[in-house]
C-alpha cells in the first residue's frame, strides 16, 4: 500500500482544500463564516476520504462513491448559488 502522502489523489484533495481556503479568504465578512466554514470542511471530507480508501482497499469502492457523490451534491449547490 502506498503513502497517502506519494499518491496523485493526495495532491489533488490537499490543492482543492487550499483553493477553497484561498477563496473563502476573498469572501464578503458576512458570507466567510458561514460558506468558508461549508467550504473548509467539504475540503476536510475529501481528504479524510482519500485517506479511509488507501488504509482499507477492500472498500475503497463504496468510500469512492461516497465520495463522488458528496463531491457532485457540494457542486451542484455551490453552483446553484453563484
Keep these: 500500500m502506498a503513502l ?20 473563502a479568504k476573498h469572501l464578503p465578512r458576512d458570507m466567510k463564516v458561514l460558506i468558508g466554514t461549508k467550504w473548509r470542511d467539504e475540503g476536510m471530507y475529501v481528504l479524510e476520504m482519500v485517506f479511509k480508501a488507501n488504509g482499507s482497499m477492500d472498500k475503497i469502492r463504496l468510500q469512492i462513491e461516497s465520495l463522488q457523490g458528496r463531491l457532485d451534491e457540494f457542486m ?7
Design 76 to 82: 451542484q449547490t455551490e453552483l446553484e448559488e453563484i
Design 4 to 23: 497517502h502522502t506519494e499518491l496523485p489523489i493526495h495532491k489533488e484533495a490537499y490543492n482543492l482544500l487550499d483553493t477553497l481556503l484561498q477563496l
